[in-house]
């Protein structure tokens, strides 16, 4: 693995495939295009590419790391030094080469902003080999066998949650950058080897960046995936590449799997406010439930910007506002759920609140939660009972099932992206899947393409992960077309067009 030795990186941000891209295999090398698309026509991709049989041994490529090249200790040291290699800040390198080149560096590791055979790759060593060092330290983070951020994160309570910044998680991405910018100079320079070397450690980043449960931690993962995919599409592309069927195929599926971070965020209504977490069964002073109303009304507004939800008033009004407009609702919404009578009567006003507060936030994230849990084509569902459930809990409105301190409804709204996120990930993975197997039955078959994907018998052919049913695919004469359509239920389209190379 020469790749340690060689040059590295650039920063850019990832524009996913909602763009064109055109890739045309020449005999030197392919070549990448990306043209935003406008309206609601499907990204194209057309891939000239070489007929490609499966490795020998079939595992010659892997993009994981393997459990006996793994070794004790935590990956997040690794990407610290890194960050900070030899006394100088990783930024510090990156401000030096946005100075010496300008915009397009930010623009060359990925073909969505410069080409493969328009890289200027002399200048692209100059300013990978700034990262040479930093190459072997995340090198040595992705043969780590844990990652742990030393945050806490399960520990910390109160408003300082949702205010946590993340730093090192944002820094990955510009790791992330850099690594692909040394796996697209590689693919430029015919070191497939090294290319795929890269990829390895740049998927293995986007794990160890999820390690976190926060959802920025996990999309920011996917993310850096996702640009690694970019590069890999800029590898099959060139003429020879080995086939990575059965590297793709090894990924773990999903690659990050959001469902942790999506519980942990369903649960950071009771988080922020751990007074309502036990409010069924602990005993307070009807002063003490008081002060602690007065403290989550200032957080809240804290955390939501709304300051005319408590206005300027002390917090204690705030309480007394709340308990006038809301007491009555709340008792008899308790007497309603099974509480005895009597038990509600004697009740500290502020316990009353606070059990009802709970229990209609808990109807809202576990129904955002059932979403999670289904499979993908039934998620629809369940997220539209979750969104009835929030638009009919918005506060100071009459409906029983409204919020009276409105935690769910500043809180929870965002996390029904989140599994969409992943989704789309896999859908790129299986697709790229497919294509090499496309390839392969091509080595096969006298360089023919297939009719149908049900005449590709080499090896299995992926499904829609999102459907859960076979890709679109069909042949336009030389051209095989697979489609990823809107119809999935995702907020883009995607059309390969995969043609033979002469």
């Given at each position: 693995?020469?790749?340690?030795?060689?040059?590295?990186?650039?920063?850019?941000?990832?524009?996913?495939l909602?763009?064109?891209?055109?890739?045309?295999?020449?005999?030197?090398?392919?070549?990448?295009?990306?043209?935003?698309?406008?309206?609601?026509?499907?990204?194209?991709?057309?891939?000239?590419?070489?007929?490609?049989?499966?490795?020998?041994?079939?595992?010659?490529?892997?993009?994981t790391?393997?459990?006996?090249?793994e070794?004790p200790?935590?990956a997040?040291?690794?990407?610290?030094r890194?960050?900070?290699?030899?006394?100088?800040?990783?930024?510090?390198?990156?401000?030096q080469?946005?100075?010496?080149?300008?915009?397009?560096?930010?623009?060359?590791?990925?073909?969505?902003?410069?080409p493969?055979?328009?890289?200027?790759l002399?200048?692209?060593?100059?300013?990978?080999?700034?990262?040479?060092?930093?190459?072997?330290?995340?090198?040595?983070?992705?043969?780590?066998?844990?990652?742990?951020?030393?945050?806490g994160?399960?520990?910390?309570?109160?408003?300082?949650?949702?205010?946590?910044?993340?730093?090192?998680?944002?820094?990955?991405?510009?790791?992330a950058?850099?690594?692909?910018?040394?796996?697209r100079?590689?693919?430029?320079?015919?070191?497939?080897?090294?290319?795929?070397?890269?990829?390895?450690?740049?998927?293995?980043?986007?794990?160890?960046?999820?390690?976190?449960?926060?959802?920025?931690?996990?999309?920011?993962?996917?993310?850096?995936?996702?640009?690694?995919?970019?590069?890999?599409?800029?590898?099959?592309?060139?003429?020879d590449?080995?086939?990575?069927?059965?590297?793709?195929?090894?990924?773990?599926?999903?690659?990050?799997?959001?469902?942790?971070s999506?519980?942990?965020?369903?649960?950071?209504?009771?988080?922020?406010?751990p007074?309502?977490?036990?409010?069924?069964?602990?005993?307070?002073s009807?002063?003490?439930?008081?002060l602690?109303?007065?403290?989550?009304?200032?957080?809240?507004?804290?955390?939501?910007?709304?300051?005319?939800?408590?206005?300027?008033?002390?917090?204690?009004?705030?309480?007394?506002?709340?308990?006038?407009?809301?007491?009555?609702?709340?008792?008899?919404?308790?007497?309603?759920?099974?509480?005895?009578?009597?038990?509600?009567?004697?009740?500290?006003?502020?316990?009353?609140?606070?059990?009802?507060?709970?229990?209609?936030?808990?109807?809202?994230?576990?129904?955002?939660?059932?979403a999670?849990?289904?499979?993908?084509?039934?998620?629809?569902?369940?997220?539209?009972?979750?969104?009835?459930?929030?638009?009919?809990?918005?506060?100071?409105?009459?409906?029983?099932?409204?919020?009276?301190f409105?935690?769910?409804?500043?809180?929870?709204?965002?996390?029904?992206?989140?599994?969409?996120?992943?989704?789309?990930?896999?859908?790129?993975?299986?697709?790229?899947?497919?294509?090499e197997?496309?390839?392969?039955?091509?080595?096969?078959?006298?360089?023919?393409?297939?009719?149908?994907?049900?005449?590709?018998?080499c090896?299995?052919?992926?499904?829609?992960?999102?459907?859960?049913?076979?890709?679109?695919?069909?042949?336009?004469?030389?051209?095989?077309?697979?489609?990823?359509?809107?119809?999935?239920?995702?907020?883009?389209?995607?059309?390969?067009?995969?043609?033979?190379?002469?």
């Amino acid at each position: 693995m020469n790749v340690l030795s060689q040059p590295r990186r650039v920063p850019r941000q990832s524009r996913g495939l909602t763009v064109l891209v055109l890739l045309l295999a020449s005999a030197a090398q392919a070549e990448v295009v990306w043209i935003e698309q406008d309206g609601d026509e499907p990204a194209t991709i057309k891939l000239t590419v070489t007929p490609a049989p499966e490795a020998v041994p079939p595992f010659k490529h892997r993009l994981t790391v393997q459990p006996l090249d793994e070794k004790p200790g935590n990956a997040a040291l690794w990407y610290f030094r890194a960050l900070s290699n030899e006394g100088k800040d990783f930024k510090d390198y990156v401000r030096q080469n946005r100075e010496e080149f300008g915009e397009p560096y930010d623009e060359w590791n990925h073909p969505s902003g410069v080409p493969l055979k328009e890289l200027p790759l002399e200048n692209v060593k100059k300013a990978f080999a700034l990262f040479s060092s930093d190459v072997r330290n995340l090198h040595e983070a992705s043969l780590r066998q844990e990652c742990d951020w030393d945050r806490g994160i399960e520990s910390i309570t109160g408003p300082g949650l949702i205010m946590l910044l993340l730093p090192e998680i944002q820094q990955m991405r510009e790791l992330a950058r850099m690594v692909n910018l040394g796996a697209r100079l590689a693919v430029a320079e015919g070191r497939l080897d090294d290319a795929i070397d890269l990829l390895r450690i740049n998927y293995r980043m986007a794990q160890h960046t999820a390690t976190e449960p926060f959802l920025v931690s996990q999309l920011v993962g996917i993310a850096i995936a996702g640009v690694g995919n970019g590069v890999l599409v800029d590898l099959i592309g060139t003429p020879d590449s080995p086939n990575l069927y059965w590297a793709l195929t090894e990924l773990p599926s999903p690659l990050i799997d959001m469902r942790t971070s999506i519980r942990f965020e369903l649960e950071i209504g009771q988080r922020i406010f751990p007074f309502l977490q036990d409010a069924e069964t602990v005993t307070h002073s009807p002063d003490e439930w008081r002060l602690m109303w007065g403290q989550a009304l200032v957080d809240l507004t804290s955390l939501s910007d709304r300051a005319s939800f408590t206005g300027n008033l002390p917090a204690q009004f705030g309480f007394v506002g709340l308990s006038l407009t809301n007491y009555s609702h709340a008792k008899r919404s308790l007497i309603e759920w099974g509480f005895e009578p009597e038990r509600v009567e004697q009740m500290p006003v502020g316990q009353a609140l606070a059990i009802y507060t709970k229990r209609i936030y808990e109807r809202i994230s576990q129904s955002y939660e059932k979403a999670v849990l289904v499979p993908f084509t039934d998620a629809d569902r369940f997220e539209d009972e979750a969104r009835r459930l929030v638009d009919r809990a918005r506060p100071f409105s009459d409906g029983p099932d409204r919020e009276i301190f409105p935690v769910a409804a500043n809180l929870l709204p965002a996390v029904s992206a989140a599994r969409n996120a992943q989704v789309r990930i896999e859908r790129e993975f299986a697709a790229l899947r497919v294509i090499e197997a496309l390839r392969m039955h091509a080595a096969e078959n006298d360089s023919e393409l297939p009719n149908k994907l049900n005449e590709v018998t080499c090896v299995p052919v992926p499904v829609n992960p999102v459907t859960d049913q076979p890709f679109v695919y069909y042949r336009e004469g030389k051209t095989a077309v697979l489609e990823l359509p809107k119809s999935d239920g995702l907020h883009y389209a995607v059309r390969y067009e995969i043609t033979i190379a002469p």
